[in-house]
């Protein structure tokens, strides 16, 4: 009997400390810091405030930044004459923009610094519904947020926060990436 008993608070106490690891790991995986490293930006942050800026969409429409606070804001950098962003227009935005589609915790801005609308309707599938704004004198492009090269993406957090920047295409419909941008809430 005393063996039995002793056998029995062993298997419990391998149980108990297997079950800790099991939900640190699970929250491990929710936390964007562990997620970030991951997904491997060349920037990633915590204090920055993102500069606010407002462009015009194709009708002349204005956004601004500051208006998507409470919400985790993708800010995608591109123009046609870029090979990679061609081919994220192509395949990786529409994706995402079909997953993000009804959520309210997560925007996607697409700014170009292509002249106007004639210049990159050929490359824009039909049925995206995340804004596309012009910055053909680069004004917030590459004063505001210094890019240069393209594509360049920035995540902002709902705080108008910058949570990270990368420099190159990305997998847009990644899981990874998804989760991360649902755990900056």
Known sequence: ??????????????????????????????????????????????NRLAPDFELPDR???????SAYRGRTVVVHFWTRTCGPCVEEMAQGIPAFDEIIR??????LLLVTV???????????????????????????VARQYG?????????IDPRGVIRARFDHA??????????YLSALR
């Not at 608070?9 to 939900?23: E, G, T």
């Not at 002249?115 to 004004?139: C, E, K, N, T």
């Open 1 to 46: 009997m005393r063996l039995l008993q002793v056998v029995f608070a062993a298997v419990a106490a391998v149980s108990a400390v297997a079950f800790a690891r099991a939900v640190r790991d699970g929250e491990s995986r929710r936390d964007p810091d562990a997620m970030i490293a991951l997904l491997r930006p060349e920037y990633s942050g915590r």
């Open 59 to 65: 009708s002349g429409r204005r956004f601004r930044l």
């Open 102 to 107: 009804g959520r309210r915790d997560i925007a």
């Open 114 to 140: 292509d002249a106007g609308w004639a210049a990159i309707s050929p490359l824009v599938p039909s049925g995206l519904r995340s804004p596309i704004l012009f910055d053909p004198q680069r004004r917030v």
């Open 147 to 155: 890019t240069r090269l393209f594509p360049e993406t920035w995540v």
């Open 170 to 179: 990305i997998d847009w419909a990644q899981p990874l990436f998804i989760d």
